[in-house]
């Protein structure tokens, strides 16, 4: 029998990233991932933007979370030689004269200066912008299955990895340690994203999961260096490749593309965008997005060292680095969590 400190079971940028902290603080990790199956990760557009939406809102724990990413994706760069992580302006063209004067006043009511900086009209040529707009500074994106790719071979030399599905039945929980076939250890934390609705374990937690698709395109005479967005938005990927996304569906949760959110997509950016471009590529995923909004995190109200970290929703990128590292102080009993994102706030919809 192998023994560990801890076993994960997926290695998305939950499980990724929580991996990558237990290691680091010298405990011996097991991850079970399945390379067979999509994931979220894997299509995510991975922007990162303090400020949101039709009413310029501040992303939850904007001020703590954001430097604290930096600092992580920065760090781990120059550990793996890998660069993934990209500052960039979004600039969010004004739409209409409404848009304007609404985006200029909620700049006027809150202060929103460490964020947000006004763009002259037409600063850019490519896109329609003649009543300008506003950059929402401290964005960028992460390339996060350049990212997932990197610390999957880093799992692998540190002995850390198996590719498997794994498999709930086989799970032996006594109060002390698991048991999944030959291994064996102290506490085990699923990270499966929207899979946790075939978790025995914390399938009654009250996700709601939104089924999302991206594309890929080429242009040949756009030079927008920042990530733009205007009801959809276009990241640069670099070698005149560009992302465009994204659509939000709650009724068809499957991991196919379609042809209407193609069509979704193309028609919005169509309404700004006035360069050429071809679609090369169409990509889906299901975000394990979560009704209040905040991450699942804790232990199960039944057994103790059965644990969970997912939930993050639209925002994986940003929540990610920061709430692993909730997560290694609670596992090492040395923190509690957030009570925002631990799920005692849901022990009463658990039965037996
Ligand atoms: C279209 C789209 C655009 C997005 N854009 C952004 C964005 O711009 N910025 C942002 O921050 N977030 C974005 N997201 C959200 C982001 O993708 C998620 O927050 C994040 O990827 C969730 O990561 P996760 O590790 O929880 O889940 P996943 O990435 O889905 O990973 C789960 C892992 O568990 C494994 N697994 C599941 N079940 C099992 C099993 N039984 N055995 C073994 N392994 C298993 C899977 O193989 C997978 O590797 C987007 C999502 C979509 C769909």
């Known amino acids: 029998m192998q023994q560990f400190d801890y076993i994960i079971v997926g290695q998305g940028i939950a499980g990724s990233l929580l991996g990558y902290q237990l290691l680091k603080a010298d405990r011996r990790v097991l991850i079970l991932n399945d ?10 557009g991975g922007i990162f933007n303090p400020i949101t939406g039709k009413n310029l809102d501040k992303t939850w724990l904007a001020d703590s979370i954001f430097p604290y990413f930096k600092d992580f994706y920065l760090s781990l760069e120059n550990e793996t030689h890998c660069h993934f992580y990209h500052e960039t302006n979004l600039y969010r063209p004004y739409a209409n004269e409404q848009q304007r004067r609404h985006f200029l006043q ?9 964020y947000i900086r006004l763009v002259k009209p037409d600063a850019y040529k490519e896109v329609e912008n003649h009543l300008g707009g506003l ?4 964005a960028g994106w992460v390339d996060v299955p350049l990212m ?19 498999d ?23 990270c499966e994203g929207y899979y946790a609705s075939q978790n025995p374990y914390f399938n009654w937690l009250p996700f709601n999961p939104a089924k999302g698709e991206t594309l890929i395109a080429t242009m040949q005479t756009y030079s927008i260096k920042e990530i733009v967005n205007q009801g959809a938005w276009i990241i ?19 991991w196919q593309t379609t042809k209407e959110s193609k069509e979704t997509i193309t028609s919005k950016i169509d309404k700004f965008l006035k360069t050429p471009y071809q679609i090369t590529e169409q990509q889906a995923g299901i975000r394990p997005t979560t009704k209040d909004r905040r991450p699942f995190m804790g232990n199960h109200p039944a057994y103790p060292n059965v644990y969970v970290f997912n939930g993050l929703g639209t925002k994986g990128v940003s929540l990610a680095p920061y709430f692993a590292e909730h997560m290694l102080y609670f596992l090492e009993k040395e923190k509690d969590l957030m009570p925002e994102s631990n799920i005692q706030r849901f022990y009463s919809l658990y039965s037996l």
């Open 106 to 114: 909620l700049t006027d009511e809150y202060d929103l200066d460490t």
């Open 168 to 190: 709930y039945q086989a799970l032996e929980i006594s109060e002390e340690k698991v048991i999944y076939k030959n291994f064996q250890a102290s506490k085990i934390i699923f």
């Open 148 to 166: 997932i790719g990197v610390l999957r071979k880093l799992f692998i030399q540190s002995n850390a990895y198996h590719n498997e599905r794994f």
């Open 35 to 44: 390379e067979s199956i999509p994931t979220s990760s894997a299509v995510a």
């Open 236 to 254: 640069p990927l670099g070698n005149q490749q560009y992302r465009f996304g994204s659509t939000y569906v709650w009724n068809q949760l499957d």
């Open 135 to 138: 950059f929402t500074t401290s």
